[in-house]
C-alpha cells in the first residue's frame, strides 16, 4: 500500500503565482495524451485484475475467500470501472467550479492560464476514464441520484476554500488508490497505464489545491472556516461513498444483497481508507478544517 507523504506547510509555498507558473512549465514538459498512450487495441485479457484486490470492497471477508479466481478478477474490473466513473461525474464538478473561480480573473496570469490548463487534462482524464470503463465491459455507472442532485447544487455554489479542498480529497482518495495499482502486475495493463497518466497529472493539480486551499482560507473568519470544514466533510462522504456503485456485484455475478451486507462491515477495506489518508487529514488538520462537526463525516466515510 502506499505511504502518505507529509505535506508542506504553508510557510514553504513560493510566492503567489509562482506556483501556478512551475505548473505549467511541469505540464509542458510531462503531459499525457491518453489517445495514444493507452493501448486502446488489444482485446481484454481476463486473466488479469481491473485494481489491485486488496482494495476490493470485499477483500477479506468470508465472500471473498469463497469466491473463484476468476469471479475476483471479474468484481475488481467492474469496481474499477465504478471508480473510473465516480472519477468522470467529479471531474466534471471541478471544471465547472475552477472555471467558475477564474472567470473574471486575468487571463494573462500564470494562475489561470494554469486553471485552463488542468481543466484540459481533466476533460482528457474523463475521456480516458470512459473508454477505460467500456473496456473493462462494464456499464455506465453513475452516482445515485441523491449524490448526483448533490453535486449539481454544489458546483453551483461551492467557493474558496469549499471548492478546492473538496477537488483535493477527491483527487487525494483517487490517487492513493490508483498508485498502487499502476505498480500491481497483476492488473491489466491498460489500466496500469491509466493510473500511471492520472497520478503523474493529478499531482499538478493536488498542489493546486493545496495552494488554492490555504490562499483562501488566508482571510477567512472562525465562522466562515467552521462552516465550510462542515461543508468539505458532507462533500468528501458523499463522493467517497459514492465510489463502488451497488451494481458490481451483480455485475460480477455475485449475490448483491449478501455483498453488499460483507462490504460494509469489511474492516480491512476501512484501514485501507484510513491509512491511505493519513497525509491528506494532517492537511485539513493543518488548516483548522478537522471541527468536531466535520469529523462525524470524516468517520462515516472511514477516512479518519
Not at 189 to 198: A, G, K, L, M, Q
Not at 229 to 242: H, K
Not at 254 to 260: H, P, Q, S, V, W
Amino acid at each position: 500500500m502506499a505511504s502518505s507523504t507529509v505535506r508542506p506547510s504553508a510557510q514553504d509555498d513560493p510566492p503567489e503565482g509562482d506556483i501556478a507558473r512551475r505548473l505549467l512549465h511541469s505540464a509542458a514538459v510531462l503531459a499525457y495524451d491518453p489517445a495514444t498512450e493507452v493501448d486502446w487495441e488489444t482485446p481484454l485479457d481476463r486473466g488479469y485484475h481491473g485494481a489491485s484486490p486488496e482494495w476490493s470492497t470485499l477483500y477479506g471477508t468470508a465472500y471473498w475467500r469463497e469466491m473463484t479466481e476468476e469471479q475476483r478478477k471479474e468484481l475488481t474490473r467492474q469496481e474499477a470501472a465504478s471508480v473510473a466513473s465516480t472519477g468522470i461525474w467529479f471531474e466534471m464538478i471541478l471544471q465547472q467550479m475552477v472555471l467558475r473561480d477564474v472567470y473574471a480573473k486575468d487571463p494573462t496570469s500564470a494562475e489561470v492560464q494554469w486553471a485552463l490548463t488542468e481543466i484540459a487534462e481533466e476533460c482528457r482524464h474523463s475521456i480516458m476514464f470512459a473508454r477505460g470503463a467500456e473496456k473493462l465491459g462494464a456499464p455506465p455507472y453513475r452516482p445515485h441520484r441523491f449524490a448526483t442532485e448533490m453535486g449539481r447544487v454544489f458546483k453551483s455554489v461551492a467557493f474558496g476554500e469549499a471548492a478546492y479542498a473538496a477537488i483535493l480529497v477527491a483527487e487525494e482518495v483517487l490517487d492513493v488508490m490508483q498508485r498502487d495499482w499502476m505498480r500491481d502486475e497483476r492488473v491489466v495493463p491498460f489500466v496500469r497505464t491509466i493510473n500511471n497518466i492520472h497520478v503523474v497529472e493529478e499531482s499538478r493539480h493536488m498542489k493546486f489545491a493545496r495552494e488554492q486551499t490555504r490562499k483562501h482560507l488566508a482571510g477567512a473568519g472562525r465562522v466562515r472556516r467552521r462552516f465550510n470544514a462542515l461543508v468539505i466533510a458532507i462533500a468528501s462522504y458523499v463522493i467517497v461513498t459514492s465510489m463502488v456503485n451497488r451494481e458490481v456485484y451483480a455485475n460480477a455475478g455475485l449475490d448483491e444483497k449478501r455483498a453488499l451486507a460483507e462490504a460494509k462491515a469489511n474492516e480491512h477495506h476501512k484501514s485501507m481508507l484510513r491509512s491511505s489518508c493519513a497525509g491528506l487529514m494532517e492537511f485539513l488538520a493543518s488548516c483548522g478544517l478537522l471541527t468536531k462537526p466535520a469529523l462525524v463525516f470524516y468517520k462515516r466515510a472511514h477516512l479518519i
